[in-house]
């Protein structure tokens, strides 16, 4: 699923490059950034993807150290309604910060946050002391 227009990724600048993903019997069309590899998800679609995580459903393939560089950059617009982004802190692992839109529920994810909220685990207790929390 390409597009012939190239979007700019709202972190780093790279290229946003539009991928499609089946779970189950839906079709889904995401972004995803050339350069840091951050994600654009639509509304509903991180729900799907938690529920059927699996080889063939990790979309989030970039590296968590670039995603922890691009995790302080958080004002943000939404690519797809140009609204301002909330900062989100995940309320059962608070050491995870994603950007959601208020206007159209899109969530951005910087490399690594998506599969950190799908791998729960006992480091993941201790980074919510070492992080703090979003402001």
């Known amino acids: 699923m390409e597009t012939s227009e190239k979007t700019s990724c709202p972190k780093c600048g790279g290229d946003l490059e539009s991928k499609g993903l089946n779970i189950e019997e839906d079709s889904f069309a995401f972004e995803q950034c050339s350069g840091c590899y951050g994600l654009l998800i639509p509304a509903g679609v991180t729900r799907k993807l938690k529920a059927n995580w699996g080889p063939d459903t990790n979309i989030d393939t970039g590296s968590e150290t670039i ?69």
């Not at 950007?99 to 159209?104: K, N």
């Open 67 to 135: 995603g922890k560089k691009y995790d302080k950059v958080d004002d943000i617009q939404c690519l797809k309604c140009n609204t301002p982004m909330d900062k989100i802190e995940d309320p059962e692992q608070p050491h995870i910060w994603y950007e959601s839109c208020p206007s159209c529920g899109s969530s951005f994810y910087d490399a690594g946050e998506l599969k950190d909220l799908n791998e729960k685990s006992f480091t993941d207790l201790l980074k919510r002391f070492t992080k703090g929390t979003r402001k």
